[in-house]
Structure formats: C-alpha cells, structure tokens
C-alpha cells in the first residue's frame, strides 16, 4: 500500500456546521458512514497494466448520492422525459 500525501490531494471536508470539530470527526468516522465509503466510493481500474485505486471527494460522493436518488424517483423520472435540454435553451 502507498500513500500519497501530495498537498494537491488533501482536501478539506466539507460541513453545514463552522466549528464543531469533535461532532465532524465522529460523524465521518462512524462506523456505518465508513463503510458506506469504503463500498461504495472506492473503485479500483487497471491502467497500462497496473491497478489503480480511485477515491471519490466529498463534492463527487454528494452528486453520487444526488444522481442516484433522482434516477430511482419516478416523478423526476416522468418530468426529465420531455423536452431534451439543448432544445429547450433559446437560440441566440
């Protein structure tokens, strides 16, 4: 296993609440929120040989969440049906 802490891909997580760091840390280190994560935003792909393990940010798991929730809800379902969006922008 290999970590890398590049600067680049550390990034601060994201909360409704400023401050509060106590209450941040345990609600992303429970148990269930943990594992959610670990099988549901982890992916492994190969690339020119060589496995590769994607972890998804916090904006990326959120319109996860959002996407999925939209495509099992029928009456988003039946309202997205009609008119494509690049039809239904005016023209210039």
């Not at 269930?32 to 060589?50: H, R």
């Not at 009456?75 to 969006?85: C, D, E, I, W």
Request: aromatic share 8%; hydrophobic share 40%.
């Amino acid at each position: 296993m290999s970590w890398n802490t590049a600067r680049r891909n550390i990034f601060n997580w994201k909360d409704g609440e400023v401050g509060k760091l106590e209450a941040k840390v345990k609600s992303f280190c429970a148990i269930g929120q943990v594992l959610a994560f670990l099988k549901d935003y982890i992916v492994f792909g190969e690339k020119d040989e060589e496995l590769n393990k994607y972890i998804l940010r916090q904006h990326q798991t959120g319109a996860v969440e959002a996407t999925v929730s939209r495509a099992l809800d029928p009456g988003a379902r039946a309202a997205s049906s009609g008119t494509p969006r690049a039809a239904a922008r005016p023209s210039p």
